[in-house]
């Protein structure tokens, strides 16, 4: 006989090694060879459509909705700056821009305009070393926020 019973150890490791052929390099590896998943302009076309009215220009929190809102809107340059370990939250970032980890302000998930962040899924790796799926325009937005950061 050819082939080895399929054990479900095998299994998994098959089923990782063909999604990690499928989505490519993720995160900080996919940057250094030029092919990460999100493009910072096309985040920031889109920050300036979507966010700005809430988080205001400069990302600091201060859009012109900021004073309506139950809860104000975080100072999106200083992610990093307030992680535990000091590193940009990106799992944590595209948790609370899909609409996975909802914000009460917004009454649903966030962000108000859900459908319009919808598209194609890509891999990001989380600041934890975990690959993390989201729609292309989501990872545009992370890479924006990322280069934000003071």
Request: glycine share 12%.
């Amino acid at each position: 006989m050819f082939f080895k019973a399929m054990t479900p150890g095998r299994a998994v490791a098959a089923a990782l090694a063909a999604l990690m052929a499928v989505a490519g390099p993720v995160g900080p590896a996919a940057a250094e060879t030029g092919n990460a998943p999100g493009n910072a302009d096309d985040g920031r076309a889109l920050y300036m459509e979507y966010c700005v009215a809430c988080h205001g220009p400069a990302a600091e929190g201060a859009g012109p909705m900021a004073g309506v809102l139950t809860i104000k809107p975080v100072d999106l340059t200083a992610l990093a700056a307030n992680d535990p370990d000091g590193r940009f939250p990106r799992g944590r970032v595209v948790r609370r821009i899909d609409g996975r980890d909802p914000l009460v302000s917004h009454g649903s998930p966030m962000p108000v305009y859900g459908f319009f962040f919808e598209g194609s899924d890509v891999a990001l790796r989380t600041d934890a070393g975990q690959p993390i799926m989201t729609s292309q325009p989501v990872a545009d937005l992370v890479s924006f926020l990322e280069t934000l950061q003071d």
